[in-house]
């Protein structure tokens, strides 16, 4: 089989383009880290992509190349259409959903690779040493379980799989699956000629490790989890580009294996929990929590009073949560906030790491809904604002301003960081209905003196107090 | 490609990776890590040798099925960070965009 071109200047070609596509990954994935570069950054990534994919089309001795193309065009055509139509509220688990692809995709490539040393008479050019043979195994492994594990996420932030299932002694299973894929991965790179079974048991294995790693873990835990397998593919990633011989895989593998891994530790560490904690305790959902004892009642308010009370404000601080998003009340809310920055109340927006579904996807439904990021602050910059904030607004916002996060060393949000909203001099919540947060823990900043309620749909508030402002002139 | 120049590869990569995210605002979390998704959707190329290569039907069907995630992977995940950070603005790009 040839190429399409003469096999010495095809190669220095490929060389040359991965060479450039590494340079533009880094530089791209740099700019993302600051907001004013950001976009640019990704079109800088694309562009790599884009050169990598097409040099890609020269490799020496390559057929097939219809499939290739069919398969482009299905895989490419699909995620397109659905990375177009998604939500933003729907953001995190799309995210999941193309880097389980990219696991997949890395599992693939060593089936291959594994499958060809299971033939009686293999290719010499196909044989691997025991050391490829080890990094292409590892791939496999680690592409397969993000694969699935991503998947799985996938389907219980999408609301398709409903329920954790934990039972007794699950990380031992876990454990014994785990022990069971190493040591049939060893087996296949020791023999050098692996049976065709013992290739599908070991994806198998490694597959059913993923979906049995991921399913006891709660959806609050799921953004730490979709990071760690993020992670995960760029390992698998940069292992098949080691047996590929592919530097613009190794490189950009590596890259994204070593900054999932810290954006990993980042969120945890925003969400108040460790890795370990994510992977092997069953928090994270609806354990019903020790509430301890309130004083004080709730104290309801108008939304006429609430937003009088907000237009003869100096400083206003907003805190928005899931709730707000859940009830997509993020448009109007920046519509009030425009009315009162007009009439020249300063607003600022208090965001904590996990007011959304993941650290910094309350600032991605803000962004969409017209909010400028230099108005946007947080947890760190904001906490010492509130004791000259007049009203501080809560909405949809629960565990993240419950001061027993201070105080109470009995609960379970015991040091967790938290908006201090108790300190401002007035505080409203709004809010659907009395039910606890969804950690289930009683939240004492509602029953505070200085604190006024507002019932109902987040959005509907959100009009009346325009309207009430208006009125106010 | 010899063993300790690609292990050399690896180290410098890992830094990398790791000083480019050092100092990122949790504001960017969010597209950071969608963002890093899309890259490691260079598998893509590795699919295509896979499949490019492929003589059995075995291959052929796998590296086919590596190719399908492989774009599925580079395509969404370019779209969906380019949707997320193209919202990102700040009060002075947003003027301007209203005053024109």
Redesign the interface.
């Known amino acids: 089989?040839g190429g399409l071109l003469p096999e010495n200047i095809a190669t220095l070609l490929i060389d040359a383009s991965y060479l450039l596509?590494a340079f533009l990954?880094?530089m791209?994935?740099?700019a993302?880290?600051?907001?004013?570069t950001?976009?640019r950054?990704?079109?800088v990534?694309?562009l790599g992509?884009l050169i990598?994919?097409l040099m890609?089309?020269l490799?020496p001795?390559?057929?097939?190349?219809p499939?290739?193309l069919?398969?482009?065009a299905?895989?490419?055509?699909?995620?397109?259409w659905?990375?177009?139509r998604?939500a933003?509220t729907d953001?995190?688990q799309?995210?999941a959903?193309?880097?389980g692809?990219?696991g997949?995709?890395?599992a693939?490539?060593a089936?291959?690779?594994l499958?060809?040393m299971t033939a009686t008479q293999p290719?010499v050019a196909a044989v691997h040493g025991p050391?490829v043979m080890a990094l292409a195994a590892a791939g496999a492994f680690i592409g397969a379980v993000s694969f699935s594990g991503s998947l799985i996420a996938f389907g219980k932030l999408q609301g398709l799989i409903k329920r954790s299932f934990r039972f007794k002694g699950q990380q031992v299973v876990n454990l014994l699956i785990v022990a069971a894929t190493l040591a049939i991965g060893a087996w296949i790179v020791a023999s050098g000629h692996p049976t065709v079974e013992s290739v599908i048991l070991f994806f198998g294995l490694a597959l059913l490790l993923g979906v049995t790693m991921t399913l006891p873990i709660g959806g609050a835990d799921m953004p730490v989890v979709?990071?760690l397998y993020?992670a995960f593919?760029?390992l698998?990633?940069?292992f098949?580009?080691?047996v590929?011989?592919?530097?613009?895989?190794?490189?950009?593998?590596?890259?994204?294996?070593?900054?999932?891994t810290?954006?990993t530790q980042?969120?945890a560490k925003?969400m108040n929990r460790s890795i370990g904690n994510v992977l092997f305790s069953a928090f994270g959902e609806g354990e019903v929590a020790a509430g301890g004892t309130v004083s004080g009642a709730l104290k309801p308010i108008e939304p006429s009073d609430a937003g009088i009370m907000m237009a003869f404000a100096q400083k206003v601080i907003v805190i928005p949560g899931y709730g707000m998003a859940v009830a997509q009340a993020q448009h109007k809310v920046w519509e009030l906030c425009q009315l009162l920055i007009d009439k020249g109340v300063m607003v600022r927006f208090a965001?904590h790491?996990v007011a959304?579904r993941?650290?910094?996807?309350m600032?991605?439904l803000l962004?969409?809904a017209?909010v400028?990021?230099?108005?946007?602050s947080?947890l760190d910059e904001i906490n010492a604002e509130f004791e000259t904030a007049d009203v501080a607004l809560v909405i949809g916002a629960n565990d993240v301003v419950n001061p027993v996060a201070r105080t109470d060393k009995g609960s379970p949000i015991y040091g967790m960081p938290i908006l201090n909203a108790d300190k401002a001099k007035n505080v409203l919540v709004i809010k659907r209905g009395q039910g606890a947060g969804f950690s289930g823990i009683e939240n004492h900043l509602f029953y505070l003196d200085n604190t006024r309620m507002v019932y109902g749909d987040a959005q509907k508030v959100a009009a009346s107090l325009i309207h009430a402002i208006k009125a106010a002139g | 490609?010899e063993?300790v120049i690609?292990l050399y590869?690896?180290l410098l990569?890992?830094?990398?990776?790791?000083e480019?995210?050092?100092?990122?605002?949790?504001?960017?979390?969010?597209?950071?890590?969608?963002?890093?998704?899309?890259?490691?959707?260079?598998?893509?190329?590795?699919?295509?040798?896979?499949?490019?290569?492929?003589?059995t039907l075995?291959?052929?069907v796998?590296?086919?099925?590596?190719?399908?995630?492989?774009?599925?992977?580079?395509?969404?995940?370019?779209?969906?960070?380019?949707?997320?950070?193209?919202?990102?603005?700040?009060?002075g790009?947003?003027k301007k965009k209203e005053a024109a």
Do not use: C
């Open positions: 089989m596509v990954f880094i791209g994935l740099k993302m880290s600051s907001p004013v950001a976009r950054g990704i079109v990534a694309g992509m990598g994919t890609s089309f490799y001795g390559m057929g097939n190349f499939l290739m069919v398969a482009i299905i895989g490419g055509g699909l995620a397109w659905s990375g177009k998604v933003m953001m995190p799309m995210i959903l193309y880097n692809m990219g997949g995709a890395a693939a490539i089936a291959v690779e499958f060809r290719d050391v979709i990071s993020n593919t760029g698998a990633v940069a098949e580009g080691l590929l011989e592919n530097a613009a895989m190794i490189v950009a593998g590596i890259v994204v294996g070593s900054a999932g810290l954006l980042l969120m925003a965001i790491p959304g993941m650290p910094g996807h600032n991605v962004a969409e017209g400028p990021y230099d108005l946007i947080d | 490609m063993g690609a590869i690896v990569a890992a830094f990398t990776g790791y480019v995210i050092a100092r990122v605002p949790v504001i960017l979390h969010t597209p950071l890590m969608s963002g890093s998704n899309f890259v490691h959707g260079i598998v893509l190329v590795g699919a295509m040798v896979a499949l490019g290569r492929a003589d075995l291959e052929q796998i590296g086919f099925a590596g190719v399908v995630l492989g774009a599925g992977n580079a395509v969404g995940g370019y779209v969906v960070t380019e949707r997320m950070l193209e919202m990102f603005k700040s009060s790009e947003r």
